[in-house]
């Protein structure tokens, strides 16, 4: 990991940042012993949905990815995160607002590699621009893929010329961290799954005269790095899916 780092913060903001997420330590999961047959008898639903929902007692069998979470401090000293707008001519997840990522390939040695290449790759974000400080716990999404979201500092904002890929993404552009904790341009959606209910959020947000919608995962991963920086819960009712937190953390590595 030490490769990734370069040597300092830059401010006594991002050095106290730095610190904080690197003492973050995922919850301890508690994983029960559950045999397919049992879960059908339970939950009276199709194959594919006892397939979803077994899929995380099997981990290795799921198909993985990861994000960046680039914190860097604005002009104003406030704690920004880099998000990027998705092409139009994409096949999945077109024009939506997303973290710089993507599927891990047999190439990468671990999730941070995963994360750093993607950056590099889709919004031109040299990987000695920024210090990992943080991998929190993987997600696990409904289309059966584990999503590990990597945190980094970029200590020098001046240094980073955005270089987005012409295929992959259409804006890149910043917002402030700490909007992910207030009741302000926020709206949810009540969904349910497996006959249990929670909420989509949707922060709407302004910038260049342009408007986005931060949503779905993008927002939950937001909300939790958010919350973990601040060290407060946001101030509305979030009800993350219960299928998010699924996902085994005992493959996260140390930092």
């Known amino acids: 990991m030490g490769s990734y780092n370069n040597p300092g913060f830059g401010s006594d903001v991002l050095e106290t940042l730095g610190q904080r997420l690197r003492l973050y330590k995922p919850p301890p999961r ?27 007692y099997q981990p290795e069998k799921l198909k993985r ?49 995963t994360a750093l290449r993607e950056a590099n790759e889709e919004i031109g974000l040299d990987p000695s621009l920024v210090n990992v400080v943080a991998v929190l716990e993987p997600i696990f999404t409904k289309s059966r893929m584990l ?25 890149i552009f910043d917002a402030p961290l700490e909007m992910f904790l207030k009741d302000e341009n926020r709206r949810a959606e009540e969904r349910e799954w497996m006959g249990g209910k929670y909420l989509l959020q ?38 993350r899916p219960k299928f998010w937190d699924m996902a085994f953390s005992s493959d996260i590595p140390e930092l």
């Open 65 to 113: 990815a990861a994000v960046l979470v680039c914190i860097f401090q604005g002009n104003n000293d406030d704690l920004r995160v880099i998000l990027t707008k998705r092409s139009s001519t994409l096949s999945s997840h077109s024009g939506e607002v997303a973290l710089p990522g993507g599927k891990r390939e047999e190439t990468d040695a671990d999730d941070v590699e």
């Open 147 to 171: 999503v590990v979201p990597v945190v980094a500092i970029l200590s020098d904002a001046k240094a980073f010329s955005p270089a987005p890929s012409a295929d992959e993404v259409e804006a």
């Open 202 to 239: 949707y922060f709407d947000y302004e910038a260049e005269n342009k408007r986005y919608v931060i949503w779905a995962l993008t927002a939950g991963i937001l909300i939790k790095v958010a919350s973990i920086v601040y060290q407060r819960p946001p101030a509305f009712l979030e009800l």
């Open 30 to 56: 508690r994983i029960p012993e559950i045999a397919t047959e049992s879960v059908s008898r339970q939950i009276n639903t199709d194959e594919k949905s006892v397939r979803s929902i077994t899929d995380h």
